[in-house]
T-cell receptor, first 113, second 113 residues
Framework: QKEVEQNSGPLSVPEGAIASLNCTYS??????FFWYRQYSGKSPELIMS????GDKEDGRFTAQLNKASQYVSLLIRDSQPSDSATYLC?????????????FGDGTTLTVKP | SAVISQKPSRDICQRGTSLTIQCQVD?????MFWYRQQPGQSLTLIAT?????????ESGFVIDKFPISRPNLTFSTLTVSNMSPEDSSIYLC??????????FGSGTRLTVV
């Protein structure tokens, strides 16, 4: 079992729709959870972080965390073609040095005009 | 958040040679992280570089193959030694930003022929 698993994708949604990206993790003691966006040929960019159960909203992005289910998701509302990218879920397991993240394989999102 | 200058941005190297990648951060940071991203795959941590001490390598990565220097709190280098085509990848340096998320350098795209 991978430590961090994401929808294999690719995911395609029409412009204006809600894109839902999902991630599960194996280490129940994990404390910090992150979503990165990576455009083709570019390095990853941190877009959301979440540490407590529930929802965290930032503009069109909402991160959701459920530690009991070991599940974290990213919702993108009113999806735009510029949101087309690979989204990486990252988790900081409790049994590692602070700041050392484990990444999922990513989900590629395409937003069609 | 920190700004990282990474170079070279890309290189094509002959097998058996070595390449040194440099990262310069615009602020002092305790830890720098070196990741590898193979084509179509996610990020794999190579090592964590602390100033004034030996780098800590992850399973599957050894110092002889990936020597790291960390001469001060704003600079680090990663050398890929005795390269083979399997080393063709994107190499990324990163630092923590905020609460354990990362800021990444722009990446070095290495092709070994």
């Amino acid at each position: 079992q991978k430590e961090v698993e994401q929808n294999s994708g690719p995911l395609s949604v029409p412009e204006g729709a809600i894109a839902s990206l999902n991630c599960t993790y194996s280490d129940r003691g994990s404390q910090s959870f992150f979503w990165y966006r990576q455009y083709s040929g570019k390095s990853p960019e941190l877009i959301m972080s979440i540490y407590s159960n529930g929802d965290k909203e930032d503009g069109r992005f909402t991160a959701q965390l459920n530690k009991a289910s070991q599940y974290v998701s990213l919702l993108i509302r009113d999806s735009q073609p510029s949101d087309s990218a690979t989204y990486l879920c990252a988790v900081n397991p409790v049994n590692t040095n602070a700041g050392k993240s484990t990444f999922g394989d990513g989900t590629t999102l395409t937003v069609k005009p | 958040s920190a700004v990282i200058s990474q170079k070279p941005s890309r290189d094509i190297c002959q097998r058996g040679t070595s390449l040194t990648i440099q990262c310069q951060v615009d602020s002092q940071v305790t830890m720098m992280f070196w990741y590898r991203q193979q084509p179509g795959q996610s990020l794999t941590l190579i090592a964590t570089a602390n100033q004034g001490s030996e780098a800590t390598y992850e399973s599957g990565f050894v110092i002889d193959k990936f020597p790291i220097s960390r001469p001060n709190l704003t600079f680090s280098t990663l050398t890929v030694s005795n390269m083979s085509p399997e080393d063709s990848s994107i190499y990324l340096c990163s630092v923590r930003t905020g609460l354990n998320g990362y800021t990444f350098g722009s990446g070095t795209r290495l092709t070994v022929v």
